[in-house]
């Protein structure tokens, strides 16, 4: 797995008070290791907005960053089973996606090597907006 995803934190504009006990966290944004325009980013990530939206669960922008390299990528807190989650990144071409259980965080990679893996708290890694 990337070391990167263990690395992350998380920035959003919504307090958490009213966020559910289990959701996910997706992106559309470039696969890890690959480069894609901003363009194509931004449609990918609209996209994706669209499914979930769609699909009627409780969502929240949430953007992943790396204090280390500063890079920044937006995505999606959303209220889905964690294998559903993992469905919707492998259609969306991402190698993995976050878990929330509680205050915990994991992450999964969204191919057949699906497998929680700990990351550390939740909370520890969330910034206010």
Same mark, same amino acid.
């Given at each position: =797995? @990337? %070391?990167?995803?263990?690395?992350?934190?998380?920035?959003?504009?919504?307090?958490?008070?009213? $966020? %559910?006990?289990?959701?996910?966290?997706? +992106?559309?944004?470039?696969? +890890?290791?690959?480069? $894609?325009?901003?363009?194509?980013?931004?449609?990918?990530?609209?996209?994706?907005? #669209?499914?979930?939206?769609?699909?009627? @669960?409780? =969502?929240? #922008?949430? +953007?992943? @960053?790396?204090?280390?390299?500063? @890079?920044?990528? %937006?995505?999606?807190?959303?209220?889905?089973?964690?294998?559903?989650?993992?469905?919707?990144?492998?259609?969306?071409?991402?190698?993995?996606?976050?878990?929330?259980?509680?205050?915990?965080?994991?992450?999964?990679?969204?191919?057949?090597?699906? #497998?929680?893996?700990?990351?550390? =708290?939740?909370?520890?890694?969330?910034? %206010?907006?």
């Amino acid at each position: =797995m @990337h %070391p990167a995803y263990f690395q992350t934190h998380f920035i959003s504009r919504d307090g958490i008070e009213d $966020w %559910p006990e289990r959701f996910v966290i997706i +992106t559309a944004y470039a696969t +890890t290791g690959e480069t $894609w325009p901003v363009s194509r980013n931004e449609a990918r990530n609209q996209e994706l907005e #669209a499914v979930l939206q769609d699909r009627g @669960h409780w =969502m929240r #922008a949430i +953007t992943g @960053h790396s204090p280390e390299t500063k @890079h920044m990528e %937006p995505g999606w807190a959303v209220e889905l089973d964690w294998e559903e989650g993992c469905a919707l990144g492998d259609q969306f071409k991402q190698d993995a996606i976050y878990v929330v259980d509680g205050d915990a965080l994991s992450v999964t990679y969204c191919d057949e090597r699906r #497998a929680l893996v700990p990351v550390g =708290m939740f909370r520890d890694r969330l910034t %206010p907006f």
